[in-house]
């Protein structure tokens, strides 16, 4: 059967020009998509994956109680918050902060409503102009209040939490949500201090889901860009002194260039949704995918154009001989990432999916473009230059010994790179999957400093819920509602990492009478205000909620702690007939979700090692090569993760999409080595002169790939994003790892596997080499 590349080298040879035009048309389909469209003003907003609608007047109300669904926090800390000036300083700060066109509502202490069983309104602090004593007494009896202590006021009476709501039909600009609420909140209290010469200026700081979010997605950008530039400087400077030849570095950049290009233009174009994790994952993976065919075809046309082809002969040879190769390389890892497409997340799925096109679209450029450049006289006639001052070549020549060496003890290097293998992948089982905000920016980000402090200061800024449902059965004022609510916030009140419960039970403490006697206490619901009852317990639905706070400790920390939270809720359900308890809220969604993903991206990987392997066989017609190139492909993917283990690093969504975009280089690298092996036995060679060759010849674009690439990631490491950080070191560890799989392992045991049984042949008298590349094709 004849593969693709076959006709696209007997296309190049007759039709250049309709090629090139073909080229120039779908880089014109494929720019269309990155042009930009016109909208009218949506009429909703978002942020991240979260559509946000603008609330009604009713929810405004619902919603200053909720923390959990605040899109920000305004945090102010002072030594001496109660105090008259410092009050009204901070009073004039919310109201201007409240006047800004883009900000809906901000909920502090001074809206709290009253809990008086008389009804009489007294403000909880004190009005302007009150005695320093009135808010002394203010703020012991704030620290007392069950709504305010640990939720919107540190239990040390230093540090004030106030939500903000925005109204996104006036956001116009990113930047006014944090910087712009910032600068507003300290002109306000500078102003307030200027009149009553205060001097101690508590100090303002903004943090929540917003705010973290744009902090985010900003130091992503610069990230993205300046190390990405970077890079690909760094990748263009190692390939000018690996190739000693401009020509050359322009032509093996190309490919990889207008891959990127085509990819995201089309797969925009297609409709189809490109991820946050695709979109920074898919420009990485066809980099290296496409810098990889790039070096082994430019390196093949050097090679025929320094035994005198023709740049056309040399290009049409490059698609023949490499040309299959880098169309199963293509195949492998478009495989392993379809297989994504059976995991259970639809995140993973889409992520699968784009990545998967974007490899065949890279490959159909660079595969067409790198050979139509070569075959032009003006470019091909001079791309050989330099080429007699290969380092790498040379380097490999020289170390012609070093093969003899592998050959000679090939049981012994088969041996302990089988063993080593196993002996990283136990080290690497040990690996659990984990998530932090912290992760995701850099430290230094001041959205995620006031996240940090507020996790000291007030237990965390995110929240978990637990929804008690109570039976029909059960009147709204019944005491064993109540029981079961103290039962579910003795529960978590032995988990240090859940603070500050909040619920019901709190509001009904204020009021007199027996605390133990439940069904007089639940009496006094009919005088709390309607909207505060509201968010604690909804007689219409039968549901109270008991809601804690959650720190930024990670998905890895906070597991076996929701576990046991739900194993207790599960037994409070058979204390308590007919009632239900469910654990609910962002991080518990979150962790839950996290690990599916990372249980779904670990999975897939497996899957596809299997399936790539299954397919390596299938198409070199060998069970044997199948069960040979599974060490030189695990041995990266192993040390790698034997190496996070060492390190005390986790399995973050990083590392995961790591190990699936470095296993396609490992495996492409182990099918270019395969199939110029494979190549050799058919011309004739004996197996050891054949993989003598195979390593001087593919060796050296394996090793040019290898340097270029480590290179252009040991840039990122200098990135403050920990996740770069993370995904840098793994891919530079990766990579490296599989060049010694496939220039040592890989000769010993094909030597070790297939050479004992071509040994035996010629004992026998069968010395045909055809015999043997009939074995291999």
């Given at each position: 059967m004849r593969l693709p590349t076959a006709y696209l080298a007997e296309l190049l040879a007759r039709h250049r020009p309709w090629i090139a035009l073909g080229m120039v048309l779908v880089s014109a389909v494929a720019l269309t998509g990155y042009l930009p469209e016109t909208v009218s003003k949506p009429t909703k907003a978002r942020v991240g994956d979260r559509e946000i609608q603008r609330p009604t007047q009713s929810e405004r109300v619902t919603n200053s109680f909720d923390l959990s669904r605040s899109e920000a926090f305004l945090v102010v800390d002072g030594d001496d918050l109660f105090n008259p000036a410092t009050m009204a300083a901070i009073r004039s700060m919310v109201d201007a902060v409240e006047g800004m066109e883009i900000v809906d509502t901000v909920f502090w202490v001074d809206r709290i409503p009253m809990l008086n069983v008389f009804g009489i309104a007294d403000p909880l602090i004190p009005p302007n102009g009150s005695s320093p004593e009135a808010f002394l007494e203010a703020r012991e009896e704030l620290l007392e209040h069950p709504l305010i202590v640990g939720q919107l006021l540190s239990p040390d009476g230093r540090t004030l939490m106030m939500p903000i709501v925005y109204d996104w039909f006036f956001v116009d600009d990113d930047a006014s949500c944090t910087e712009g609420v910032l600068e507003t909140a300290r002109q306000a209290l500078e102003a307030s201090a200027s009149k009553s010469g205060l001097v101690d200026i508590p100090r303002v700081q903004i943090t929540g889901n917003v705010p973290l979010y744009l902090a985010t997605r900003t130091a992503f950008k610069r990230n993205q860009w300046f190390y990405r530039i970077a890079g690909y400087g760094m990748i263009l400077l190692l390939s000018i002194v690996l190739f000693r030849g401009l020509t050359a570095v322009l032509v093996v950049a190309s490919g990889p260039a207008i891959g990127i290009f085509w990819a995201f233009g089309l797969i925009e174009l297609s409709g189809v949704y490109i991820n946050e994790l695709a979109n920074v994952v898919l420009p990485v993976l066809l980099s290296l995918v496409g810098l990889a065919d790039s070096v082994h075809l430019v390196v093949h046309v050097r090679q025929r154009r320094a035994l005198g082809d023709t740049p056309l002969e040399a290009a049409a040879s490059a698609i023949r001989d490499v040309g299959p190769a880098c169309l199963l390389t293509s195949l492998t890892t478009a495989i392993g990432f379809l297989s994504l497409l059976t995991a259970s997340s639809e995140f993973v799925q889409d992520f699968g999916r784009v990545c998967a096109m974007g490899v065949g679209i890279s490959f159909t450029a660079v595969v067409t473009l790198v050979p139509l450049l070569t075959s032009f006289q003006w470019i091909g006639g001079t791309i050989e230059r330099g080429q007699e001052r290969d380092l790498i070549g040379w380097a490999l020549r020289r170390c012609g010994s070093a093969i003899d060496w592998i050959l000679r003890h090939h049981r012994f290097v088969s041996t302990m790179a089988i063993l080593s293998t196993i002996g990283l992948l136990l080290v690497s089982s040990t690996l659990r999957p984990d998530n932090r905000l912290e992760d995701a920016m850099p430290a230094s980000t001041n959205a995620y400093k006031a996240l940090a402090y507020c996790d000291e200061a007030f237990g965390g800024i995110?929240?978990?819920?637990?929804?008690?449902?109570?039976?029909?059965?059960?009147?709204?004022?019944?005491?064993?509602?109540?029981?079961?609510?103290?039962?579910?916030?003795?529960?978590?009140?032995?988990?240090?990492?859940?603070?500050?419960?909040l619920s019901i039970r709190g509001l009904l403490a204020f009021f007199p009478g027996d605390k133990d006697d439940h069904d007089t206490q639940m009496t006094f619901l009919s005088l709390l205000p309607k909207r505060l009852k509201g968010f604690f317990l909804r007689d219409k639905d039968r549901t109270a909620w008991v809601v804690v706070r959650v720190q930024d400790r990670g998905t890895a920390a906070y597991e076996p702690v929701f576990q046991r939270i739900e194993q207790g809720l599960a037994d409070l359900g058979t204390r308590h007939p007919g009632f239900t308890f469910d654990l609910d809220g962002g991080p518990v969604r979150r962790t839950r979700e996290l690990y599916l993903i990372v249980v779904d991206l670990t999975a897939s990987l497996g899957t596809a090692t299997l399936i790539i392997l299954a397919v390596m066989a299938v198409v070199y017609r060998s069970l044997r090569i199948g069960l040979i190139t599974i060490i030189p492909n695990i041995f990266p993917l192993a040390a790698t993760g034997a190496l996070l283990v060492l390190l005390g690093q986790p399995l973050t969504m990083a590392s995961v999409c790591a190990f699936t975009v470095c296993l396609g280089i490992a495996v492409d690298d182990t099918i270019h080595f395969m199939t110029r092996f494979q190549r050799e036995l058919r011309e004739g060679h004996h197996w050891e002169e054949a993989i003598r060759r195979t390593f001087l010849t593919v060796g050296t674009a394996l090793v040019m790939t290898t340097i270029i690439l480590v290179a252009g990631f040991s840039i990122v490491l200098m990135s403050d994003m920990p996740g770069h950080q993370t995904f840098g070191s793994m891919a530079s560890a990766t990579i490296s790892s599989a060049l010694l799989g496939d220039l040592l392992f890989l000769p010993a045991m094909l030597a070790t596997f297939l050479g004992r049984g071509h040994s035996k042949k010629e004992n026998d008298g069968d010395t045909s080499n055809d015999r043997e590349a009939e074995s291999l094709s």
């Open positions: 995110e929240f978990a819920r637990i929804e008690v449902t109570w039976p029909k059965s059960l009147q709204e004022d019944d005491g064993e509602i109540l029981q079961a609510i103290i039962d579910v916030e003795e529960l978590v009140g032995t988990e240090p990492l859940v603070q500050h419960p």
